[in-house]
């Protein structure tokens, strides 16, 4: 079974910088695409940044510019984060697609406040 485990949230100043990390089970390699999602109370699941194995990476147009997705030549995935904003507030979720398989981590909470 394929794990997927988010470390890194916190809370942070606006303005400020933050990375999470999210380690597989297996390596990032032997996904389709991996990346990031967030989600904020009473609104659905949205993605962030997503990284295909093939093509660039794609990112909400509210983050570009701010956020980078990458990953290591083995099982981590990271997502840095700048100019944090309030609005960027939100529980964020590690994502990986294995054909028609999708995988969660269980979410890592990030709040920007002063």
């Known amino acids: 079974q394929v794990q997927l485990v988010e470390s890194g949230g916190g809370l942070v100043q606006p303005g400020g910088s933050m990375i999470l990390s999210c380690a597989a089970s297996?390596?990032?390699?032997?996904?389709?695409?991996v990346g990031w999602y967030r989600q904020t109370p009473g609104n659905q699941r949205a993605m962030v940044a997503v990284k295909p194995n093939w093509g660039s990476s794609y990112y909400v147009d509210s983050v570009k510019g701010r956020f980078t997705v990458s990953r290591d030549n083995a099982n981590t995935v990271y997502l840095q984060m700048n100019s944090l904003k309030p609005e960027d507030t939100a529980v964020y979720y590690c994502y990986g697609r294995q054909g028609e398989r999708e995988y969660w981590g269980q979410g890592t909470q990030v709040t920007v406040s002063s």
């Open positions: 297996e390596s990032t390699f032997s996904f389709n695409a």
